[in-house]
Structure formats: structure tokens, C-alpha cells
């Protein structure tokens, strides 16, 4: 099983910036992409970032520009930096690996619980 912890979410002015990382451990064996999807109230999950094996990214058109992911391959880490807030972008973030354990040949999807992320105007 793969293990994803969300951290770094909090409250924010609009216009401000928060940066949210996520690790994922257990018994990994690789980790192909990575992203982060985020969730507002009475609203479908929506993906924010993701970032591939190479560092190939991409963004939601709401967020790009304004948003920026990476990972570490060496530490099995996803960052998004998020800056020039905006309250529409309130929202339970959630951290996603596409990853094969050491036990299996199967690429699977993990999820984290999520972290919340409030901008206020």
C-alpha cells in the first residue's frame, strides 16, 4: 500500500501565497505521475496540477500562470506553489500518485485525505 500525506494548507489572504507538499511512502517501487486535485464544497473534484517521471506538467487553465507543481523523484514529494490566491480557489486539496508497489507489476492510483486551503477576501 501507498501512503499519501497532505501538509501545508491553511488560511490565506486573496492575493497571497501557500505552498502544500505531499509524501508518499510504503512499499513503492516507482511513482509515475503525481497531481493535485482539489475539491470545493457542492462541487466536483476537479484536477489542479499533475507532473509526470520527466517533469512534463500540467495545469488547469484556472490555475495556470498562478500555480506551480514539482516533485522530487529521490523523496517521493509533490509540491504546488500557489500564489496570487483568489477565494475561488478554496478547496480541500488532495495529493494523487499513480504508483506500483513493489509487490505488484500493476499501476494503481493513491490518494491522500486532502488539506484544506481557504483564501479570503
Known amino acids: 500500500q501507498v501512503q499519501l500525506v497532505e501538509s501545508g494548507g491553511g488560511l490565506v489572504q486573496a492575493g497571497g501565497s501557500l505552498r502544500v507538499s505531499c509524501a508518499a511512502s510504503g512499499s513503492i517501487f516507482s511513482i509515475n505521475a503525481m497531481g493535485w486535485y482539489r475539491q470545493a464544497p457542492g462541487k466536483q473534484r476537479e484536477l489542479v496540477a499533475s507532473?509526470?517521471?520527466?517533469?512534463?506538467?500540467n495545469y488547469a487553465d484556472s490555475v495556470k500562470g498562478r500555480f506551480t507543481i514539482s516533485r522530487d523523484n529521490a523523496k517521493n514529494t509533490v509540491a504546488l506553489q500557489m500564489n496570487s490566491l483568489k477565494p475561488e480557489d478554496t478547496a480541500v486539496y488532495y495529493c494523487?500518485?499513480?504508483?506500483?508497489?513493489?509487490?505488484?507489476?500493476?499501476?494503481?492510483?493513491?490518494w491522500g485525505r486532502g488539506t484544506q486551503v481557504t483564501v479570503s477576501s
Open positions: 507532473i509526470n517521471s520527466v517533469g512534463r506538467t
Open positions: 494523487n500518485a499513480a504508483a506500483v508497489l513493489t509487490t505488484a507489476l500493476k499501476l494503481n492510483d493513491y
